[in-house]
């Protein structure tokens, strides 16, 4: 982890409130937020990311494919 950081900048670039369904069909509030990687040596943009988390537990929602 230490490393990570010596290597790469993560700039947060947005974070909206959305409605996210859990296993259920049932929407739940969360948060969208969506981040980019840059090398931190030459601010070079690497990629970028999102993430949706819980808005009661911050726990990160995972992705499930399609059975």
Known sequence: EEQFWKQHRVR?????PMWMPNDHNVCLP??????QLYDAGTGTFLS????CAD???GEVAK???AQ
Do not use: D, E, K
Request: with cysteine; aromatic share 20%; net charge positive.
């Open 12 to 16: 947060i670039s947005r974070v909206m």
């Open 30 to 35: 969360g948060w969208c937020i969506q981040l």
């Open 48 to 51: 970028a990311h999102s993430y």
């Open 55 to 57: 808005l009661f537990t």
């Open 63 to 65: 992705y499930r494919p």
